[in-house]
């Protein structure tokens, strides 16, 4: 068991080094994740940008016949076949509590921009939206959120579930907080997190964040209920009192 797991750790490692030494190759792609979390649901929008020879290698193989131009029914087959297994894959993208929650795709929308046309080196954006339900919510009690990472994400952005605290998270380089309508958003780049499996150290490219719900007098209308209740027992107080000498 002992050996096996230092052989998974050592895999991991492999895996670490060699996509940090395969950057400067696909320097011509690049990724951003956004992950909009709610109580019952996630919205996950993955942003594809090609450039160079990688752009030029994609519209090639949209381009069926071979004619040198991406047309519009060429990009919709490439729609077709790349969701013809439902879009299962993206189940791999995000995992909450360890599993314990249950995503299932909703629905899958891709739109191209810059495909269609001349097969070149011009820049070409791809935009994936995956809708996810859950089995369970998230916006009460203590949750964790796994996301996949890869060196050429470049932005990953994460909006919490309202009425959620952050406790903690691990894997973003350059990570920043900021507030979005009263919720969290945490957003860096795709970095290395690094964790322990057994008592052996573990390495991976993916985002790991813990939250939980956030505590009552926390919420944005603790405040305006306090401040009544205490306008309330003054009043009380200062009736009371006036009653008392008009005894």
């Not at 190759?25 to 909009?36: G, K, L, P, Q, R």
Request: proline fraction near 2%; hydrophobic fraction near 40%.
């Amino acid at each position: 068991m002992r050996d096996d797991m230092v052989q998974k750790n050592i895999f991991l490692i492999l895996i670490v080094l060699f996509c940090c030494f395969a950057i400067p190759a696909s320097a011509e792609v690049s990724f951003t994740n956004d992950i909009d979390l709610y109580g019952d649901s996630v919205t996950f929008t993955l942003i594809e940008t090609y450039t160079d020879e990688n752009a030029r290698d994609f519209r090639d193989e949209m381009d069926i016949d071979g004619d040198g131009v991406v047309n519009a029914s060429e990009t919709g087959k490439f729609e077709e076949d790349y969701l013809s297994n439902g879009g299962v894959q993206f189940l791999e993208y995000i995992m909450l509590d360890n599993g314990s929650v249950q995503l299932t795709i909703d629905s899958i929308g891709i739109h191209f921009e810059g495909a269609e046309g001349q097969v070149n080196s011009s820049v070409l954006n791809v935009t994936t939206t995956v809708q996810y339900g859950l089995d369970s919510t998230i916006s009460s009690g203590e949750h964790s959120i796994w996301v996949l990472g890869h060196p050429l994400i470049n932005k990953i952005e994460l909006v919490l579930p309202d009425g959620t605290e952050l406790v903690s998270y691990d894997g973003l380089d350059n990570s920043s907080q900021s507030f979005k309508g009263g919720r969290v958003v945490l957003e860096g780049a795709s970095g290395i997190r690094s964790f322990m499996n057994g008592d052996m150290p573990a390495f991976e490219y993916a985002v790991h964040v813990d939250i939980r719900e956030k505590p009552f007098y926390k919420n944005k209308y603790f405040l305006p209920i306090l401040i009544i209740i205490e306008i309330m027992l003054a009043s009380i107080a200062l009736y009371i009192i006036r009653m008392n000498k008009n005894k």
